[in-house]
């Protein structure tokens, strides 16, 4: 029986070769069937991605981004959504509605003074619609270099919720040399709202030795309704980053407005109230008396 045993086996290794063969065989695809075109978006992209590399002690990097309407219907670029508030972004020309065959370019800034040296990567969402929305996505990146002038923090946040005013302080600061040799000086600071007061302050000296000179940002108690997004736009004396930039976002507090509402102690006898919803609170009409009900009588002679 174990001789028997022994020569099944070897018998089955020796036929797996055909039988994987047989196998494959059977389920090789048929290299002339057709394979189905995917359909191409009508947003075409030229290219998803822009990698700049290394890059030089530049205050203001930018890369584009070139597409085509590729559809039968005019094609409208809805909303632009950078995923850093420090990246900036323009459409060639301010177009934003394309027509079937059309070309346009967006274009993406970054400010490098706000942000850290090393690799960095953005992504910019792109709503579009050709009759139906659509969202499409196309990443920037870049290598900046070590420090030089720099602005920090990157961005401001009012959250103006609670009735009362703020401020922050932000700082320029060189790092190229030490404060002795550095001229750097800020000409004037201006900003895109009027909820947002900006006051350049002192000369500081930091830790380092590195001259760094504060601005005071302030936002009054009561400011516009709602969310907006500014920047503060700083003029320096440097050759090199002559313009600096700084995003602000303001939270201000939405108000409802109306009538008083009635209450139930108040209304008037009589009142005409629709339930939940007390527009008219005037008096009905007084009601008409009752009518007398004659009885009429037959009389049979």
Sequence with gaps: MRLIGSTGVLLLLGLAPFVAALVA????????????RRELSPFMLRQHAVNLGPVGPYPLIEGHFDFRNNGRSPLTIQEIKPSCGCLKWHLHQ???????????????RLMTANEDPGPHGY??????????????????????????????????????MHGAADERTIHVTDYRTKSAESTLELLEVASTSSDVTAEILPMEIDEAGHRRI???VEVPAEVTPGRQLASLR?????????????????????????????????????????????LDVSPLPARRPAVQQVTHETVIR
């Design 25 to 36: 065989e059977v389920h090789e695809p048929d290299l002339h069937e057709p394979i189905a």
């Design 234 to 278: 700083i003029k320096t004396n440097d050759d090199v980053f002559p313009i600096l930039g700084l995003p602000v976002l303001i939270e201000g507090r939405v108000r409802t407005y109306g009538p008083t509402l009635p209450t139930i102690e108040n209304l008037p006898p009589l009142a005409f109230r629709w339930p939940g919803y007390p």
């Design 214 to 216: 504060p601005i005071r």
């Design 94 to 108: 301010d177009q934003q509605t394309f027509a079937p065959g059309e070309p346009g370019r967006l274009t993406v």
């Design 123 to 160: 992504s910019v969402d792109i709503t579009w619609n050709d009759g139906e929305e659509h969202v499409s996505t196309v990443i920037f990146r870049a290598t900046l270099p070590e420090r030089k002038l720099v602005l920090a923090p990157h961005e401001l946040i009012f959250m103006q």
